[in-house]
C-alpha cells in the first residue's frame, strides 16, 4: 500500500512538470495555432539558469538565501529569463514568419529549437551537469512506514500554486477572458477592441516562464541536467497538451498529472522499458476515440 | 481526360526541363569518375539516402499535405526487416529490397487506417508518438531479435551471386543514385496521374475533395503505405551500407530533418526535394570547421529560409489544369 502511495506522490511529481510545461504549449497554440516546439528548449534553458545561479556560484546564493531562499530564487531568474527569451523567440523568428503559413512556422520552431539545445551545449557544454546536493534541501520525512521527500511535497505545493494562478488568470478575470476569446477566434476578438499584441506578449512570456520554473525544479529534483532533455521533457509535455485538450488550460494541467501518475504507475505495474511506448500508446488510443482530449470541446468544422 | 494531350505551349517548357534533367543526371553519373575521394562518394551517398528518404516523406507531405512528423519510424521498420532476415537467415540483399518495401508499408497500412481521419495537428503527435513507440520498442529488443540499444550488426553486401557485389563507396553511390533516379521517373508519373492529382486536391481543401467524389480516406491511406515503402527501401539500403542498424538512426529528431527537407525545397516539388537533401546532409559537412557551432548555425539558417522564402527554394509550379491558368486563359479570353 505505501508503495502505492510512494509511486502516486512520485507520478504527481513528475506529472506536475509536465503540466506545467504543457502550459506554455496549449497557451501559445490556443492563440497562435503554433505548436511552439522551441518551449522545451527554453525549460532546458531555464534549469541550466537555475544551475548557473546555484552551482557555478559555488552555493554563493545559497549561504546568504539559505537552502530554500536559494532555490526559489534560481526558480525566479530562471523564469525571468526564459521568459526573456520566449519573448526574444516571438519576435525574431515567429513573428515575420506568421502570416506566410503554419507550415513554415513550424519549420521556424524547429530551427530555433536546433538553435537553442546547441546554444545550451556551447555555453555548458555537451556533458550532462549536475546540481550539486550542497544546494538541494533533502529531509526525508516518515509517517508511518511512508518516505516522504519534503522536497517533493515543496515542488508539488509550488507548482500548484502556479497552476492555479495561472487558472485564476485564465479564467476568472477579464484579461483571462480575452485570452480565451483570441483563442477561439483572433480575427474577431480584435474586431471586439482586445489588444492582440498584449495578449501575444503575455503568453510568449509566461509560458516559457513556467516552463524555466519546471526546469529547476526538475534539476533539484533528479539532480543531472543535459542539453537535450528540452526535446524528452518537451515531447511529453506535448503529449500532455493534447491529452488534456489542445488549447485548454485546465486541460493542459490535468493531462500533464494523468500523464505522470500514468508513467510511473506503468513503469511500476507493467514495465519499466516500456513505460514510454506506454504513454505514447494511451496519447494515440485517446486520439482515436476522443480526439478533442480529455477537456477539449468540440470544434466545429469550417468549411 | 486525356492528360497525355499536352499542348505545344507546355511541350516547349518540357524540353528545356528535359535537359536540364539529363545535365543533373550527367553530373550525378560523372561525380565518382571525377572525384575519387572517397568521403566525398560517401557524403554523396548519403546525400542519396536524405533525397530517398525525402521524396518518400514528399508524398505524404507535400502532396497530400498530412503532418507525418514520424516518418523515420517506417524507414526503420524497413532497416530492421532487411537486418533481421539478412543476418538471421542469410537472405540476400536485393530479396530483401521489396520485402522491406512490403513490411513497411503493410506496417504504415496496420498503424494509420485506424486514425487516418485525424486532421493536421492531431495527425502530426499521433506520427511522432508512433514514431517514438517504434524507436522505444527496437531499443527495448522484443524477442531478443533487435538487439537493443546496440542494433544488428553483420550485414552483408548487397549482391547478385558473383555478377554483382556492391562492396566499395563506388558502387554504394551508383546503387543509391540508381534508386533515386527510379524513383523520380516513377513520382513524376504519379503526380500527374489521377492518383496525383486527388492527392493535391485533398491537400488544398479536403472537404471539396470529398465532395466531388474522391475517397478521401482511400487516397490518403495510400500515401503513406507508398510513401512507407519508399522509407523502407530507403532503410533497407542504409542497413547495406552501414552493415549495423540502431534505434538512434531513427529518432524523433531525424524526422523533423525529413519534415525540414521537405519545407526547404517545396511542397510537392521533386527538384525541392534534392535541394533540400543536400542541405540537411551537406550543411554539417562544409561547415565542419565550425565543429560545434554548425548545429547553432542550422538552426539559424532554418529560420532565415523561413522567412525569406517560406514556400521553399524551389516551390512546385502549379500545372496546366490549375485553377491558376485556367483563370488567366479567362482573363486573356476577355480581352
Known amino acids: 500500500m505505501s508503495l502505492v502511495i510512494e509511486q502516486l506522490l512520485n507520478g504527481l511529481t513528475i506529472g506536475s512538470f509536465y503540466a506545467l510545461i504543457a502550459l506554455g504549449y496549449s497557451m501559445v497554440y490556443g492563440v497562435m495555432k503554433l505548436i511552439n516546439f522551441a518551449h522545451g528548449d527554453l525549460f532546458a534553458l531555464g534549469s541550466y539558469l537555475g544551475y548557473t545561479l546555484l552551482v557555478m556560484g559555488t552555493a554563493y546564493v545559497t549561504s546568504i538565501l539559505g537552502i530554500w531562499g536559494g532555490m526559489i530564487a534560481a526558480m525566479l531568474v530562471a523564469a525571468i529569463g526564459s521568459g526573456v527569451m520566449g519573448l526574444l523567440v516571438e519576435r525574431i523568428a515567429y513573428r515575420p514568419i506568421y502570416p506566410t503559413g503554419r507550415l513554415p512556422a513550424v519549420v521556424s520552431a524547429l530551427g530555433v529549437s536546433i538553435f537553442l539545445q546547441n546554444a545550451i551545449m556551447v555555453v555548458w557544454g555537451a556533458r550532462p551537469q549536475a546540481y550539486t546536493s550542497d544546494v538541494i534541501p533533502s529531509n526525508i520525512l516518515t509517517i508511518g512506514g511512508l518516505r516522504i521527500n519534503i522536497l517533493q511535497i515543496i515542488i508539488l505545493f509550488l507548482s500548484f500554486l502556479l497552476m492555479g494562478i495561472l487558472y485564476y488568470i485564465i479564467q476568472k478575470t477579464t484579461f483571462g477572458a480575452a485570452i480565451r476569446a483570441c483563442a477561439l477566434d483572433r480575427e474577431t476578438a480584435a474586431l471586439m477592441g482586445i489588444n492582440i499584441n498584449l495578449i501575444i506578449f503575455f503568453i510568449f512570456a509566461l509560458g516559457p516562464a513556467l516552463g524555466g520554473t519546471a526546469g529547476v525544479m526538475v534539476g533539484v529534483y533528479y539532480r543531472r541536467i543535459s542539453f537535450i532533455m528540452g526535446w524528452n521533457y518537451g515531447l511529453k509535455a506535448f503529449t500532455a497538451t493534447i491529452l488534456g485538450g489542445i488549447g485548454n488550460i485546465p486541460g493542459a494541467m490535468i493531462g500533464g498529472l494523468i500523464l505522470g501518475v500514468l508513467e510511473m504507475l506503468g513503469s511500476t505495474y507493467i514495465s519499466t522499458p516500456y513505460k514510454d511506448v506506454f504513454v505514447f500508446l494511451v496519447l494515440i488510443l485517446v486520439l482515436i476515440f476522443r480526439p478533442r482530449g480529455i477537456l477539449g470541446e468540440k470544434v466545429a468544422e469550417k468549411v | ?335
Not at chain 2, 518540357?14 to 571525377?34: E, G, H, M, Q, R
Request: net charge neutral; proline share 4%; with cysteine.
Open chain 2, 1 to 335: 481526360m486525356n492528360i497525355n494531350n499536352k499542348t505545344s505551349q507546355s511541350a516547349g517548357i518540357k524540353i528545356t526541363n528535359n535537359w536540364f534533367a539529363i545535365l543533373v543526371s550527367l553530373l550525378f553519373l560523372l561525380f565518382p569518375l571525377v572525384i575519387k575521394n572517397n568521403y566525398f562518394i560517401d557524403v554523396a551517398f548519403f546525400f542519396g539516402i536524405y533525397t530517398l528518404l525525402g521524396l518518400s516523406l514528399n508524398i505524404v507531405l507535400g502532396e497530400v499535405g498530412l503532418f507525418d512528423l514520424g516518418h523515420m519510424g517506417f524507414a526503420a521498420i524497413g532497416a530492421y526487416t532487411t537486418a533481421i532476415l539478412n543476418t538471421s537467415f542469410g537472405i540476400p540483399i536485393f530479396v530483401l529490397l521489396p520485402i522491406s518495401a512490403i513490411a513497411a508499408a503493410i506496417f504504415a497500412y496496420l498503424v494509420t487506417s485506424p486514425i487516418i481521419h485525424l486532421r493536421g495537428d492531431y495527425l502530426c503527435i499521433v506520427t511522432i508518438g508512433m514514431g517514438e513507440i517504434v524507436r522505444l520498442t527496437l531499443i527495448n529488443n522484443p524477442f531478443g531479435i533487435t538487439g537493443g540499444p546496440n542494433g544488428v550488426f553483420g550485414i552483408d553486401f548487397p549482391s547478385i551471386g558473383n555478377l554483382l557485389i556492391i562492396d566499395n563507396s563506388v558502387k554504394f553511390y551508383y546503387f543509391i543514385w540508381v534508386a533515386v533516379g527510379l524513383t523520380v521517373l516513377a513520382l513524376i508519373h504519379l503526380q500527374d496521374s489521377r492518383i496525383g492529382r486527388a492527392w493535391n486536391c485533398i491537400r488544398e481543401d479536403i472537404i471539396a475533395a470529398e465532395a466531388s467524389g474522391i475517397d478521401v480516406r482511400y487516397y490518403k491511406l495510400l500515401a503513406f503505405v507508398l510513401g512507407a515503402a519508399l522509407a523502407g527501401v530507403a532503410g533497407s539500403i542504409y542497413a547495406s551500407k552501414l552493415m549495423i542498424v540502431s534505434p538512434e538512426s531513427f529518432s524523433f529528431m531525424e524526422s523533423c530533418m525529413l519534415f525540414c527537407i521537405v519545407l526547404i525545397g517545396g511542397m510537392g516539388s521533386i527538384p525541392g526535394i534534392f535541394i533540400g537533401a543536400a542541405a540537411i546532409s551537406l550543411f554539417p559537412e562544409i561547415f565542419q570547421t565550425f565543429a560545434q557551432y554548425r548545429m547553432l548555425i542550422f538552426g539559424a539558417a532554418l529560420v532565415l529560409m523561413m522567412m525569406f522564402r517560406p514556400g521553399g527554394v524551389w516551390p512546385r509550379k502549379r500545372g496546366k489544369l490549375s485553377t491558376e491558368s485556367m483563370l488567366i486563359k479567362a482573363g486573356k479570353s476577355e480581352i
